[in-house]
C-alpha cells in the first residue's frame, strides 16, 4: 500500500532562504464534465445561534447549498463550521479561485474564515492526514487576532438561550455564558443544536478581534478588509454579486507559514467572530453557495 503519508502535495516556500521545495506526487482530479458549484456536503458542525432547530434536522439542512441555489445555512457562533467539495479539483490560477456567497450587507458582516484541503489520495473525503491549510485574510497577522482558540459550548438545563461556554486560547481559560435571550421575540426555539446527541460541543480555530459598533439600540456590524466569507460580497455585482472571492495562493499552514498549492478538492468555513449583538443576535456566518470562479460564466 503507499504510504501517502510521504506524499508532499505542496511547495514549501522557506521563510529564511526563499528556497522551494517541490513534489508533484499529487495530482489535481480532473473532470471534463465539471460543474462550478458545490456538489457535496462533506460535514455540518453548527455552533449555537438563532438559525438552529428551525428544521427538523439541521444535519440534512446542509443540503441546501448544494449546487446553484438561493437557499442559505447558518454556522451560529465561533467555530460552527461546513465542509464541502466539488467534482473536480479547484486549480490555482491566477487571482480569484474560489467564490463563496453570503448575505453580508453594509454595517451587517458576519465573516467567515475559509480553509482548504487536498484530497491526496482520491477517495473523496478528507482524511486526518491530509492537512488544512486557512486562506488568510486582512486580520491574520493583526495583533488582536487570536490564533489556535477552543471553544466549547454546552447544552442548557434551564434557559435554553443562555448557552454556557469555555474558552481556551495561549494557556488562559475564560468561562461565561452566551445570553441570547434578547432574540426570545423573533426565535424562541433551543439555541444549542438539538441535532447533536452530546450535551458540549467543542471547535477551534482562528478568531478575530470584535468591531461590533453599538449606537443606542443600534448594531453595526462592519466588514474586515479582505479574506473571508460573508464580508463584504455585497460590494460585487454581476455573476459574483454577494460572493467574496479568495486566491488559493493565500493558503498558510498551521504555523502561519506560506504554502504554495497547485490545486484544492475541498473547503471549510467557519464562523470567526464571538459577537453578541443584542436583538439582533450571535453574529453568524451564512454560506449560500461557492463556486469555482474559472468555470462561472461572465453571464448572469
Request: glycine share 8%.
Amino acid at each position: 500500500m503507499k504510504n501517502i503519508l510521504k506524499i508532499l502535495p505542496v511547495i514549501l516556500i522557506s521563510g529564511c532562504d526563499n528556497s522551494e521545495i517541490e513534489d508533484t506526487s499529487y495530482k489535481p482530479i480532473d473532470n471534463p464534465d465539471a460543474q462550478p458549484y458545490i456538489s457535496e456536503v462533506i460535514d455540518f458542525k453548527p455552533a449555537p445561534g438563532q438559525f438552529m432547530n428551525k428544521v427538523e434536522n439541521d444535519f440534512e439542512a446542509a443540503e441546501n447549498i448544494v449546487g446553484n441555489t438561493d437557499q442559505f445555512i447558518s454556522l451560529g457562533a465561533f467555530g460552527g463550521e461546513v465542509t464541502f467539495k466539488f467534482d473536480h479539483s479547484i486549480l490555482n490560477k491566477d487571482g480569484n479561485d474560489i467564490a463563496i456567497y453570503g448575505n453580508s450587507f453594509e454595517n451587517s458582516s458576519e465573516p467567515g474564515i475559509v480553509m482548504v484541503c487536498q484530497d491526496l489520495n482520491h477517495n473523496g473525503y478528507p482524511d486526518e492526514n491530509e492537512p488544512w491549510y486557512e486562506l488568510k485574510g486582512s486580520e491574520y497577522n493583526a495583533s488582536t487576532t487570536k490564533h489556535n482558540v477552543s471553544i466549547t459550548y454546552y447544552r442548557p438545563t434551564e434557559n435554553d438561550h443562555i448557552i454556557p461556554y469555555k474558552m481556551e486560547w495561549n494557556g488562559e481559560e475564560q468561562t461565561g455564558e452566551f445570553d441570547l435571550t434578547a432574540i426570545i421575540p423573533y426565535h424562541d426555539q433551543p439555541m444549542f443544536p438539538t441535532c447533536y446527541s452530546t450535551d458540549e460541543i467543542t471547535f477551534s480555530g482562528t478568531l478575530l478581534a470584535s468591531n461590533v459598533i453599538k449606537e443606542g439600540d443600534i448594531y453595526y456590524n462592519p466588514k474586515y478588509k479582505w479574506g473571508y466569507c460573508d464580508n463584504a460580497g455585497y460590494e460585487n455585482e454581476g455573476i459574483l454579486r454577494s460572493a467574496d472571492v479568495f486566491d488559493i495562493s493565500n493558503a498558510v499552514d498551521d504555523n502561519g507559514q506560506a504554502v504554495h498549492l497547485i490545486a484544492i478538492d475541498f473547503v471549510k468555513v467557519y464562523t470567526a467572530t464571538f459577537d453578541n449583538s443584542g436583538w439582533l443576535g450571535e453574529r453568524s456566518t451564512e454560506v449560500f453557495k461557492a463556486a469555482d470562479i474559472s468555470l462561472l460564466s461572465d453571464e448572469e
